[in-house]
């Protein structure tokens, strides 16, 4: 059987050429100067003094057969012949051998018989034609054709016929400068083998003739380079090929070269090259085929020329040898065969190796990719039983059918493939949808690419080393998928770069984790650009960087962004998403730099949550402007929220729940955007809402903003923070405030503020801010306000039992009518405006300023107390437009405060002003304005009356003298020049009475 093929037990062809040619040199002696020359009896040596023939004696010299050669003869054709021409006139000769020691000679005539233990033909000289068949007959021994080391273009047009039993028969080509030609070989070698034997210290080549050779030998053994010309130039299919090593110097080995479209379809190949040089090839430009088994021997070459393809259709038998394919970055190599078996390795030296195994590969030695060089795997075995694929740099190993590797494979990849060789854009390139079950994929400073509509994935560990970094790049409608027993390290300094084809809808890389140590392990970064990704598992013990960026999506299904030793950041662009069903928490600080994609299905925000709750416990920083989106669950912020950049907080989906503000770090950022979602404070310390804080309703949903009471903390809103809560068409935003001593700057819009308990509450006027509310009060609670600015409402409608205003300072301006309002002013606090109220209490130095320049005030009830200070506007006659007045429709008591009355026009004597319309008797006066008493405002003297006869309840003002007194001031210059003239008139008649006593 062939797989159990011995070669002869003769020496191998090195030493069998050494012995031959010695055998040759004691055997053989020239009869020229510079030649060896027969030293056998009967040696006939033409001279062609007469003619042509072989017949004609007087052509020869030495023969001892009348001087005609006779069979078993030996013939020496040398240099210094006089006719050149040969012709074989003598039928039916058989010769020991011939010896062409001269130059141009021609033979033709009869065809030539060779026999002998040791026959030769042979060609020392040049330009030597031969046109007749030469039959080489042997029992035991050699037979050879040979060109020696001077011969050159030397030629063969017949045909060789072999009929040799129990020898071998040798073609020997010395002559390292000069290509040897040899014809058709037919006949049969039987116990022998053929050898194609090269010049111990050069190639040698030896030429087949263009016809097929149709001889049978045990083994073809070629020690030289030839260059077969046709599909049977080697003989019978049925031989058995051995390329073996030709000489003793490097690159003498043994080479097969096939020629343009060269079959060359044999039973087996043996490749035993020794000296490291090429063994079967194909000729530039050239498409070329191996049929059979090759079995090598010693470290071997399969190559192609330039631009060339070599097809391999039998198996291959590395036994624990290596095999080097290609030596060109033109060439095409494919492995068509069944099988490749052994314990050697195979090496991708240059070009494409296409492995197209259609059977099982065994084989367990290391692959190696070298520079310029592509191996495409286009079957589940192509890699055999290997343990270690190498992919060298510049070199590239490509998936290229849907196959699913081996368990067993560790594959070493470096570099970003080559330019040079077609195909090879990366050191592993995945073109069809494949499973790859590689134990380790190992990068050293490497490349992957994933071709167009290609879905792979991986099983086993993708590993980048210390310092390096891998690209993986994907082309439209790729998908990676790392399965659930997979896991990806990157070590101290690498890093991973997920490419997508230019947007998270056009590729992906899907990552899951079941178990330890499956999932993200180590402390290098992981980049993903212009790609979906999604990462799955709770196992993932990554404590480096991960950095989202371009058209990008990143979902996680679980707690999945590693450690909270590195960070993740989300590039403007792209979105980090969560669709879970159960709770997230983000441990790790996380950058997002703007509101999330453009286009697509996902460009509502930065952050989208689709499922169960989540938590971020580490720090939020915004650098950019920034838009969380929840869908699910509660989305809480333990960690604090930073940066110079404003939230909104959205939702798209009715299912979305409320986003919380907790933990105990202060949030820093800037203007906070509730819309359509709610969002609930109760951070243990520190500030939920560091500046402004915007309700927003949509045209979906509503908007709440909750300050909850279930922490002790009393500053979750900055002391200076406007809280604006808007409506939108029927939905509504609303401020539901469970904390009566938190202070804030304001509160403004049209939504509601909305109280719970009776002792909800909120405390305005914060950092002196003011504000225009012009929504609704809900329910029973209390709003204090303090602070230099101003609160004004205007138009609010309200509903409850009681609602609670406190006013300790600044000015509480109410244009509303909110007849459950209990409204109390303390301080240095204004009360003013054109509502309706339930009750007003003025307490300590606090003034009440009905209307707005003028206007009218409703109340319940009215309580003054002695340091409070009513205020009149009188600019006209008519109530509420060109004075204040206040109606109240309970209990007056002015409690003998103060009356100040601030006249704008002119009035006339009789006018009289109801400043205070009521229906109970009024109790107590204003300090010093005693019933009908007069005071002066504005330079006119007025009358005040309390409970009128038939207007009990009602303060009147009347305009009594419309020539005053003049002010106190105005008093006392008119006083100065009376007692200027009585104190004249004094010293006058004092001075007579002094003369008159004089004169007496």
């Known amino acids: 059987m062939v797989g159990k093929y011995t070669k002869p037990k003769s020496l191998p062809v090195r030493h069998f050429l050494f012995c031959f040619i010695l055998a040759i040199t004691m055997c053989i002696l020239f009869t020229s100067q510079s030649h060896k020359v027969l030293a056998l009896p009967d040696t006939c040596t033409w001279t062609g003094d007469i003619d042509s023939n072989w017949s004609n004696g007087g052509n020869w010299t030495g023969c001892d057969n009348g001087s005609v050669p006779e069979n078993g003869d030996t013939l020496v054709f040398p240099t210094s012949a006089t006719n050149t021409i040969l012709n074989n006139d003598i039928v039916g000769l058989t010769l020991s051998s011939i010896y062409f020691n001269g130059n141009n000679y021609t033979l033709s005539g009869n065809d030539i018989v060779i026999d002998g233990s040791s026959g030769f033909l042979m060609f020392v000289g040049n330009n030597n034609t031969i046109n007749v068949d030469v039959s080489f007959n042997a029992s035991i021994g050699i037979v050879a054709l040979w060109n020696d080391d001077n011969g050159e273009n030397n030629v063969i047009n017949g045909t060789i016929n072999l009929n040799v039993t129990n020898a071998d028969f040798i073609i020997v080509n010395e002559n390292s400068l000069t290509q040897f030609y040899i014809p058709v070989i037919n006949g049969t070698v039987n116990g022998g083998n053929v050898y194609m034997v090269g010049n111990p210290t050069g190639f040698g080549e030896i030429v087949s003739h263009l016809g097929a050779s149709s001889f049978t030998a045990d083994s073809v053994i070629v020690g030289t380079r030839f260059i077969c010309r046709n599909n049977n130039c080697l003989g019978n299919p049925s031989n058995i090929i051995s390329i073996e090593t030709g000489g003793v110097t490097p690159g003498a080995g043994g080479s097969l070269l096939l020629y343009n479209n060269v079959h060359a379809t044999y039973s087996t190949f043996y490749l035993n090259n020794q000296n490291d040089t090429w063994v079967v090839s194909t000729l530039d430009f050239s498409n070329s085929t191996i049929t059979g088994q090759i079995i090598l021997q010693y470290n071997s070459s399969l190559t192609a020329g330039a631009n060339s393809t070599l097809n391999i259709n039998g198996d291959i038998d590395l036994n624990a040898y290596t095999l080097s394919i290609g030596n060109d970055v033109s060439q095409t190599t494919w492995f068509n065969g069944t099988s490749i078996t052994g314990t050697g390795n195979i090496e991708a030296n240059k070009g494409i190796f296409y492995l197209s195994t259609s059977g099982m590969n065994t084989f367990t030695g290391i692959v190696n990719i070298l520079e310029n060089a592509r191996l495409d795997i286009q079957h589940n075995n192509s890699l055999g039983n290997s343990t270690t694929i190498n992919v060298n740099n510049g070199g590239c190993l490509t998936i290229s059918a849907p196959i699913s590797t081996s368990s067993s494979h560790t594959v070493n990849i470096a570099g970003n493939g080559s330019s040079l060789v077609s195909g090879c854009g990366a050191a592993l390139q995945i073109n069809s949808n494949s499973t790859i079950n590689f134990n380790t994929l190992v990068s050293q400073n490497s490349s992957i690419l994933l071709a167009t509509n290609v879905n792979t994935t991986i099983n086993g560990s993708l590993t980048v080393n210390n310092n390096s970094n891998l690209n993986v790049s994907f082309l439209a409608n790729a998908a990676l998928t790392f399965d659930t027993s997979s896991s990806i390290n990157v070590n101290t300094g690498g890093s991973i770069h997920f490419m997508g084809a230019g947007s998270y809808l056009l590729s992906s890389v899907n990552i899951n984790a079941a178990s330890v140590p499956s999932g993200i392990n180590g402390t290098g970064n992981l980049f993903f650009s212009n790609i979906g990704v999604t990462i799955i598992g709770t196992t993932h013990s990554f404590d480096g960087n991960i950095f989202v960026t371009g058209n990008s999506v990143l979902t996680v299904t679980n707690s999945s962004l590693g450690t909270t030793v590195g960070t993740t950041t989300i590039g403007a662009g792209s979105v980090l998403r969560t669709n879970n069903s159960f709770p997230i928490i983000f441990a790790e600080t996380i950058y997002i730099q703007g509101n999330g994609n453009i286009s697509g299905i996902y460009n509502t925000g930065a952050f989208i949550n689709e499922g169960n709750t989540v938590t971020f416990n580490g720090q939020i920083v915004l650098q950019g402007n920034t838009t969380f989106v929840n869908n699910g669950n509660v989305v809480e912020f333990v960690g604090p929220i930073t940066g110079l950049f404003d939230l909104t907080l959205t939702r798209t989906s009715p299912l979305g729940q409320e986003f919380v503000f907790s933990g105990s770090t202060s949030n820093t950022h800037k203007v906070t955007y509730v819309n359509g979602t709610e969002l609930v404070l109760r951070k243990l310390t520190g500030i939920a809402v560091p500046n402004n804080i915007n309700v927003v309703a949509n045209a979906s949903f509503n908007a709440r903003l909750t300050l909850s009471n279930i922490t002790s903390n009393t500053n979750q809103i900055s002391d200076n923070a406007v809280v604006g ?21 304001s509160v403004i819009g049209n939504g509601v503020i909305l109280f719970t308990f009776v002792g909800d509450g909120i405390t305005l006027g914060g950092n002196n801010t003011s504000g225009t509310f012009h929504g609704s009060i809900n329910n029973s609670g209390t709003i204090i306000k303090i602070g230099n600015g101003s609160w004004t409402l205007n138009g609010v409608s309200g509903s409850g039992s009681t609602l609670n205003y ?121 300090a010093g304005l005693p019933n009908n008493s007069t005071f002066s405002a504005g330079g006119y003297r007025f009358s005040i009356s309390y409970n009128r006869p038939g207007n009990e309840g009602d303060v009147i003002l009347t305009v009594v003298d419309d020539n005053p007194l003049p002010p106190t001031g105005e008093r006392i210059n008119l006083l100065i020049p009376f007692v200027l003239i009585v104190l004249g008139i004094y010293i006058l008649k004092t001075n007579t009475n002094t003369r008159q006593q004089n004169v007496k």
Do not use: W
């Open 806 to 926: 406190v006013v300790n300072s600044g000015t509480f301006v109410f244009n509303s009518n909110l007849p459950n309002a209990v409204v109390n002013i303390n301080g240095n606090s204004v009360l003013q405006g054109n509502g309706s109220i339930n009750s007003l209490t003025a307490n300590d130095n606090s003034k009440f300023r009905p209307g707005n320049s003028p206007g009218c005030m409703t109340l319940s009830s009215l309580t003054m107390t002695p340091s409070s200070t009513f205020e009149v506007e009188i600019n006209g006659l008519t109530p509420c437009t060109q004075y204040d007045q206040i109606t109240v429709n309970g209990p007056i008591n002015l409690g003998n405060a103060t009356l100040q009355v601030i006249l704008g026009f002119t009035p006339n004597i009789g006018d009289t002003f109801v400043i205070i319309d009521g229906i109970s008797p009024v109790l107590n006066t204003f």
């Open 725 to 745: 809560i808007y409506n939108s068409g029927s939905n509504s935003a609303s401020f539901h405030s469970q904390v009566l001593n938190e202070i804030i700057g």
